[in-house]
């Protein structure tokens, strides 16, 4: 194992935050820290092109007592979206005494966004509304105006021009609005605030913790002060609006310990919400999908005569997310079993893997584990298409992987049809009888020797009685910090006594192993069965007359259990070393 520190890391657990938002490239730490409980932007509904336009459009539906389509965008950012607009308008005509609205909630079959070709729209319809999505579909909002039906989209998506056929509002196409980093839901928030402005009301900012939601799950950047702002505020205890919600956290045993402020952190939000969600409007059925927006825009009253449906629909995205990893399992399994000697020779990993993949879907999500699992790039491939001899799939580098270029490495072999997207994760063709060649390349190019994953940590601590229980306490009262471009601390602890009995395994599996040193606690997540530390974890490959050191690269933080917390460390990589006992030569 290797790690080193960022460059210029001030390493000093003593200054924390300081340490950590100086690597993350964060000059002014008090003007950043001021954003986290202050909009700084001060950006302003008005700033977006078309909003009094689209409030208009929409009263003068409601009013008439038209049919309106809502297009319910199947990713967490488009339910929130959705969410937010229908919970707000069904509060407000009952507030200002308004027609029932005659909706018509629309749902994708498929994996389309916007107006794609997968949703019905009901013919009676003279509204339509594209909350995060459908700023793109020129054609189609000619198609619906050219028979009498207006449409609203409240988008953040980057398009070339405005639509001439539907009222647009836009981060992306306002220049006065300065975020360009804000998601469906925050354009869909700032609308709702546009309404409020024209009913002196204050009901806004009753959906700030969808707000969060969509913008956490949307992976928008947390550098923006706009964008933390609204994210910060969201995850605090008493924007915790959403009935829904509310029990999602519950079911799924989102933690912030002994947090009184916050709900959840957005990094929780990433890993442990975002991710089941996802995959129910991945996989699920319409019906399931429709089932998931009303958990979403149940009131507290009708959530007593849903329950059902809140249960039904949790264990649905439970189960959708297990067989997906189990999927992603038994291909990392498969393809374990056809790798040669030939293939672990090159220092990238070209894999194709036609025979294997039925479900091109988990391509990216496999080639990511692979590349961590085998510490080199991966650029692993199907053939789609039997008569065309054209492998695509998805490269994904490992963590540390020297060359910053390797995209443009791959294209100038010559023999890639085309490579595109980021430099660590894109797609890629090339044809199937340039396998071969492309090892032989890159064999030239990086030679031999498979290059070692390299760490970039944070902070170095040469031995683990440099860390104490409060520093383990102050790295936890600011987990709600981190998020995209801001991202979590990673420590590597050295040389900490190691001792193999004292390890445990866990979970059902028993693929989870921990040990506990000096009062912390580490946790080894989904080991395989070729993890050292799961061996030894099995009382095998150790020499009980030997000493050993184990260094470690991972997360600090506090875990609580049934009322207990204890310090611990989600372990990433570590190395066991065997340790010479000097000390006895010296004294003998
Ligand atoms: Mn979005």
Same mark, same amino acid.
């Given at each position: 194992?290797?790690?080193?520190?960022?460059?210029?890391?001030?390493?000093?657990?003593?200054?924390?935050?300081?340490?950590?938002?100086?690597?993350?490239?964060?000059?002014?730490?008090?003007?950043?820290?001021?954003? *986290?409980?202050?909009?700084?932007?001060?950006?302003?509904?008005?700033?977006?092109?078309?909003?009094?336009?689209?409030?208009?459009?929409?009263?003068?539906?409601?009013?008439?007592?038209?049919?309106?389509?809502?297009?319910?965008?199947?990713?967490?950012?488009?339910?929130?979206?959705?969410?937010?607009?229908?919970?707000?308008?069904?509060?407000?005509?009952?507030?200002?005494?308004?027609?029932?609205?005659?909706?018509?909630?629309?749902?994708?079959?498929?994996?389309?966004?916007?107006?794609?070709?997968?949703?019905?729209?009901?013919?009676?319809?003279?509204?339509?509304?594209?909350?995060?999505?459908?700023? *793109?579909?020129?054609?189609?909002?000619?198609?619906?105006?050219?028979?009498?039906?207006?449409?609203?989209?409240?988008?953040?998506?980057?398009?070339?021009?405005?639509?001439?056929?539907?009222?647009?509002?836009?981060?992306?196409?306002?220049?006065?609005?300065?975020?360009?980093?804000?998601?469906?839901?925050?354009?869909?928030?700032?609308?709702?605030?546009?309404?409020?402005?024209?009913?002196?009301?204050?009901?806004?900012?009753?959906?700030?913790?969808?707000?969060?939601?969509?913008?956490?799950?949307?992976?928008?950047?947390?550098?923006?002060?706009?964008? +933390?702002?609204?994210?910060?505020?969201?995850?605090?205890?008493?924007?915790?609006?959403?009935?829904?919600?509310?029990?999602?956290?519950?079911?799924?045993?989102?933690?912030?310990?002994?947090?009184?402020?916050?709900?959840?952190?957005?990094?929780?939000?990433?890993?442990?919400?975002?991710?089941?969600? *996802?995959?129910?409007?991945?996989?699920?059925?319409?019906?399931?999908?429709?089932?998931?927006?009303?958990?979403?825009?149940?009131?507290?009253?009708?959530?007593?005569?849903?329950?059902?449906?809140?249960?039904?629909?949790?264990?649905?995205?439970?189960?959708?997310?297990?067989?997906?990893?189990?999927?992603?399992?038994?291909?990392?399994?498969?393809?374990?079993?056809?790798?040669?000697?030939?293939?672990?020779?090159?220092?990238?990993?070209?894999?194709?893997?036609?025979?294997?993949?039925?479900?091109?879907?988990?391509?990216?999500?496999?080639?990511?584990?692979?590349?961590?699992?085998?510490?080199?790039?991966?650029?692993?491939?199907?053939?789609?298409?039997?008569?065309?001899?054209?492998?695509?799939?998805?490269?994904?580098?490992?963590?540390?992987?020297?060359?910053?270029?390797?995209?443009?490495?791959?294209?100038?072999?010559?023999?890639?049809?085309?490579?595109?997207?980021?430099?660590?994760?894109?797609?890629?063709?090339?044809?199937?009888?340039?396998?071969?060649?492309?090892?032989?390349?890159?064999?030239?190019?990086?030679?031999?020797?498979?290059?070692?994953?390299?760490?970039?940590?944070?902070?170095?601590?040469?031995?683990?009685?440099?860390?104490?229980?409060?520093?383990?306490?102050?790295?936890?009262?600011?987990?709600?910090?981190?998020?995209?471009?801001?991202?979590?601390?990673?420590?590597?602890?050295?040389?900490?006594?190691?001792?193999?009995?004292?390890?445990?395994?866990?979970?059902?599996?028993?693929?989870?192993?921990?040990?506990?040193?000096? +009062?912390?606690?580490?946790?080894?997540?989904?080991?395989?069965?070729?993890?050292?530390?799961?061996?030894?974890?099995?009382?095998?490959?150790?020499?009980?007359?030997?000493?050993?050191?184990?260094?470690?690269?991972?997360?600090?933080?506090?875990?609580?259990?049934?009322?207990?917390?204890?310090?611990?460390?989600?372990?990433?990589?570590?190395?066991?070393?065997?340790?010479?006992?000097?000390?006895?030569?010296?004294?003998?």
């Amino acid at each position: 194992m290797k790690y080193r520190l960022i460059e210029n890391s001030i390493n000093d657990i003593n200054h924390f935050v300081k340490t950590v938002l100086t690597n993350r490239g964060i000059n002014n730490i008090e003007e950043f820290m001021k954003s *986290n409980k202050e909009d700084l932007e001060q950006n302003s509904f008005s700033d977006l092109n078309n909003i009094d336009k689209g409030v208009d459009v929409l009263f003068k539906h409601i009013e008439a007592n038209d049919m309106i389509s809502l297009v319910v965008d199947p990713d967490v950012d488009g339910i929130c979206s959705s969410a937010a607009l229908y919970n707000y308008l069904e509060n407000m005509i009952v507030e200002e005494g308004l027609p029932k609205i005659n909706w018509d909630i629309v749902t994708h079959s498929g994996k389309g966004h916007g107006l794609s070709d997968d949703i019905k729209i009901n013919s009676d319809t003279k509204l339509i509304i594209t909350p995060d999505g459908g700023s *793109n579909d020129f054609k189609r909002h000619k198609e619906w105006k050219d028979k009498g039906v207006d449409i609203l989209v409240i988008d953040h998506h980057i398009v070339d021009k405005e639509s001439e056929d539907a009222i647009v509002i836009n981060n992306q196409t306002s220049n006065n609005y300065k975020n360009k980093s804000f998601s469906g839901v925050g354009i869909v928030y700032r609308f709702l605030q546009a309404i409020d402005d024209k009913l002196f009301s204050f009901n806004a900012d009753n959906y700030l913790d969808l707000v969060a939601l969509g913008n956490i799950s949307d992976i928008m950047d947390t550098s923006d002060y706009e964008t +933390r702002y609204f994210i910060q505020q969201g995850i605090l205890q008493e924007n915790l609006k959403n009935p829904f919600l509310r029990i999602l956290v519950k079911k799924t045993g989102v933690d912030v310990g002994s947090d009184l402020e916050r709900y959840i952190y957005p990094i929780d939000v990433s890993f442990k919400i975002a991710p089941l969600v *996802n995959a129910l409007l991945r996989l699920g059925t319409v019906e399931e999908k429709e089932k998931l927006f009303t958990c979403f825009i149940s009131l507290e009253e009708e959530l007593s005569t849903r329950k059902g449906i809140c249960k039904e629909t949790i264990n649905t995205m439970q189960n959708y997310k297990e067989s997906q990893d189990e999927e992603k399992q038994k291909l990392l399994e498969d393809i374990s079993n056809i790798i040669t000697e030939e293939d672990l020779r090159c220092p990238v990993l070209v894999l194709d893997v036609t025979e294997l993949v039925s479900n091109p879907e988990i391509i990216g999500l496999t080639a990511m584990n692979l590349a961590s699992k085998y510490k080199r790039p991966v650029i692993l491939g199907s053939q789609k298409d039997k008569d065309k001899a054209n492998i695509t799939g998805s490269v994904r580098l490992n963590n540390g992987f020297p060359d910053q270029e390797f995209k443009e490495t791959c294209l100038n072999s010559g023999l890639f049809g085309f490579a595109q997207g980021h430099n660590a994760a894109f797609g890629f063709a090339y044809n199937k009888e340039n396998k071969q060649k492309l090892q032989e390349y890159f064999r030239k190019i990086y030679g031999d020797t498979v290059l070692d994953n390299e760490h970039i940590v944070d902070f170095i601590i040469p031995s683990v009685d440099k860390i104490c229980g409060s520093d383990f306490f102050l790295i936890q009262t600011y987990k709600n910090l981190w998020g995209k471009s801001v991202e979590e601390p990673i420590f590597a602890i050295e040389g900490i006594p190691f001792y193999p009995m004292s390890l445990d395994k866990l979970g059902k599996k028993e693929d989870t192993v921990k040990y506990t040193y000096s +009062r912390i606690e580490f946790m080894f997540f989904r080991c395989s069965s070729e993890d050292l530390i799961l061996k030894m974890a099995n009382g095998l490959e150790y020499d009980p007359t030997k000493q050993y050191a184990i260094n470690v690269v991972g997360k600090l933080g506090i875990s609580t259990f049934a009322g207990k917390t204890k310090n611990q460390m989600i372990v990433d990589d570590y190395e066991i070393v065997e340790v010479k006992s000097d000390v006895e030569d010296f004294i003998f």
